[in-house]
């Protein structure tokens, strides 16, 4: 059993004690002083939308159908367009704060000349297409795939995107024997005062320049002989960033790479060089390797067109899957998430060079819950500094002191027989996420694995920001230098975190935990009624005697956790509640179901048990 906590309220704040000599301060307010107040957003009023087991609470999934590339991302007339690849076409999502997102009708569908495959969208803020009359709209630059041949092509809304217009003179790049020829991606470069596009092709890209956006001309290549050719390169990006601390910037070309045996999978590089708007330059040698992140669920990354120039940042994001298991994933009628949005900028990292940095948006700081503070102490065996905290969507804010011959591990969305491993060794300087024990991974035989991250420690700390949702984590280490990110699925009742050193002196310097509201339903994170209850199993078989262990919580996990337990018939199975859960024991063959109620009667969730009988 547990300890039970003390609380006391203390103003805007309280304390909770642990019963183990650490003091966690709870705030009223998560948000930090420079968080970007939430949009005026509609919430769905069906109290059970997205729900379902492994639904992720604060990314962006599709609410049907299969989500793959993200597509066309523009910022237009105070609106983020988000558009993806599902099945051939353009799904689309709007949103005001990056955070919540309203689903649009498909806004680009197969037509005469075939499927709409991935591309990007821009601002024609001058009319260049004579498309608006003098006025601004929306352009969509995309691959028509039809036959096995793939073709450049555009459409334009006048409307907000909300209606589109396929241009009549399609496609404005036609394929001259090209196997793969995609994924265009668009920008306007204003000291050439001309549209610039890069395209893949097999395995390197291509740059045209339009001046307006229907007539191109081919420019040059880059790529054959550049970087990693472990398959295929797509979706590629091109973009100028600021380095850190100095008033310089560079260039950016990243691609993606398609799956296959060398790096287990799909995953991406980048290239940080010059562009002088006909030609790119890689600054590093040919044989350097960029990766783009770590984990094995982050493609197909593009970043956000006519961002306005007072905001100044780049933000991109990515597709959270791999082409190993694309659509294989145990989520019912719906497949795929993106990443959360994050901001790009690059960083002189000593030895090594200009490197691209990511961190996550600030919008996100707007979805934090109340904040859990833990003060600094020293890690020791058989103690854990989050006994106190469970959770399943969340941020985790750390940093730690790590001596040069020490090793930590932290468990995330922890259950009886369930965790996602995090862990660095300071002898080796690697970074591993490990889902060997994460939860389902029978849907594809090599998806229980570990990754890592190459990682050095900055004068002894160790940063670590974690976000984790129903089925995904996201590690940023050390301010955005190294990023894994990985899907995962647990049962919603692994939920407990901990932290330990392996080897060596560790010190935890900082904790701060947030709960994270779903952007989806209109509910408190922290609230103390309670809304559902989750189980870990959905049906139980079982013989004669045997007994089984069925978790449950109370959500939102802030609100009480003790829980009434029924057995519709007692002669076939009968419960026992326990710490976190209840033990259920086969009496007889048979089929019973087992209810879980909350205190208060006005919450029930329930699972079927058979038993059987083994002579």
Known sequence: MRKKLGLWAVGAAAVVLLGLGVAVLVKGDGRSSDAVESSAFTFASDPNYYTEKFRPQYHLSP??????????????EGEYHQFYQNNGQWGHAVSKDLTHWEHLPVALARDALGEIWSGSAVVDSKDTSGFFGGKAGL???????????????????????????????????????????????????APTHSWVMVVSVDNRVRFYASKDLKSWKMT?????DQGSHAAVWECPDLFELPVENSKAKKWVLAVSIGSNNTTKGSTAQYFVGTFDGLTFKNDNKPSDVLWTDYGKDFYAA????????????????????????????????????????????????????????QEP???LQTLRGKEAVLSKQELTAGRNPFEAIKGTSYELVTELSVQPNAKLAFKLRKGSDQETGV???????????????????????GFAE?????????????????????SSLEVFANDGEAVVSSLIFPDPTSNRLELTALEGSVTLESAQYYPIQTVWRNEDVNAVKPQRIVLSKS???????GSQLVEASVIPLSAPQLLKWQSSSDAIATVSAVDGGVMVKGVQAGQAEIKAISPDGGVVSSFKVFVYDTN
């Open 63 to 76: 609410e049907s159908g299969n989500m793959s590339d993200p597509n066309g991302m523009v910022y237009f």
């Open 139 to 189: 352009v969509a630059i995309f691959t028509h795939f039809k036959g096995g041949v793939q073709s450049q092509s555009i459409a334009y809304s006048a409307d907000k995107g909300r209606t589109w217009t396929k241009y009549e003179g399609n496609p404005v790049i036609p394929n001259l024997g090209l196997k793969d020829f995609r994924d265009p991606k668009v920008i306007w470069h």
């Open 220 to 224: 040059s290549e880059f790529g054959s």
């Open 302 to 357: 593009v970043s956000y067109s006519d961002i306005p120039a007072k905001d100044g940042r780049r933000i991109w994001l990515g597709w959270m899957s791999n082409w190993r298991y694309p659509f294989a994933m145990p989520t019912g009628s719906w497949k795929g998430n993106m990443s959360i949005p994050r901001e790009l900028r690059l960083r002189n990292i000593p030895d090594q060079g200009l490197r691209l940095i």
């Open 361 to 363: 948006v600030k919008e």
């Open 423 to 445: 862990s660095y060794d300071a002898k080796t300087e690697q970074l591993t996420v490990d889902r060997t024990h994460s939860g389902i991974s029978s849907f594809e035989k």
């Open 450 to 470: 570990k990754v890592s991250a190459p990682l050095k420690l900055k004068d002894g700390k160790l940063m670590l920001r974690f976000f984790v949702d129903e």
């Open 539 to 545: 049906t139980l078989d079982m013989p004669v005697n």
